[in-house]
């Protein structure tokens, strides 16, 4: 034990005090006089009887509002022209077809340039064999 | 007291026995009175703090948990009580000068030499103050001080810490003013 420490503990002892007569009587009758709390318990809390009649009619005035909601939304639905809805199968094929005839429209051209060419090479040849006797 | 007479004793007084709660605090009184004279702007405002504190002690008996160490519990309602009372007089302690008023000083008057207690109120802050008090007083565990103050452990070391250095020199005279730690 350090000097500053021995010196703390030397110095709080020598504070004289004394729980006097007059105190000790006075926190005995004090202490007498309690009663200690128990731990408090969440109440039960007894809803009145109102509260059961107000919250029926609650309820009720709620069901009937639903229903009335839904019926009026029904009657809406009903008078609406619901659009006519393309069936599946076109819109599947669809884009099959249009991508077939934009690849004819890209490859026709060539195509046919590809054969007038190989008809010119034909005729080039029949013309070569005739000119040297064959 | 053993602690498992202690133990007993708590669990009487929560039954609701006074005598039982008497007996457990009985050995605590003069501790508690001697620490609540240092937090006090008078003697009668220590009694009347260690009578409240009995009081509320006693009545939230209940509330008390027993990992705890029971003085532990004690000193934080005290601290409580004696904070309260000195809030309602509006005294600083570090202003009571006049020896007649100061029931420290009043409580040491025989003593030749003085005290460093007194050198602590006036240089260190009412929590450092009390942080110092229960370690050294006391002989509390850095983290008994630390929940009796409600406060973390690191807190509680560092100031201690600082605390030392101030009272070392005030001890040996190398108090460069009156500086307040913490």
Known sequence: ?134 | MTGGSEHELIDAAKAGSADAFADLVRSYRVRLLRFLVTRSASYADAEDALQDTLIAAYRYLHSYDSRWRFSTWLYRIAIRNAGRIRSQNIVELADLVDEEDDPLQHCIRASETENLWVSARRILNDEVFIATWLRYAEDMSINDISKALDRSDSWTKVNLLRARKALDAEMNGNNDGNEAYG
Not at chain 1, 35 to 40: A, F, I, R, S
Not at chain 1, 50 to 78: C, K, P, Q, Y
């Open chain 1, 1 to 134: 034990m350090d000097k500053l420490t021995k010196q703390l503990k030397r110095d709080a002892a020598r504070i004289d005090v004394q729980v006097s007569d007059e105190l000790d009587r006075r926190i005995t009758a004090s202490l007498q006089g309690i009663t200690p709390q128990m731990p408090e318990r969440p109440p039960m809390q007894r809803r009145p009887p109102v509260f059961w009649w107000a919250s029926s009619l609650t309820g009720a005035a709620a069901a009937i509002l639903l229903i009335v909601m839904l019926n009026s939304r029904t009657e809406l639905h009903d008078t609406t022209i619901e659009p006519k809805q393309m069936s599946p199968v076109a819109v599947a094929t669809a884009p099959t077809i249009q991508w077939k005839a934009e690849s004819a429209m890209l490859t026709g051209p060539l195509q046919q340039e590809l054969e007038d060419l190989q008809s010119d090479i034909k005729k080039a040849e029949e013309k070569v064999k005739r000119d040297i006797g064959l």
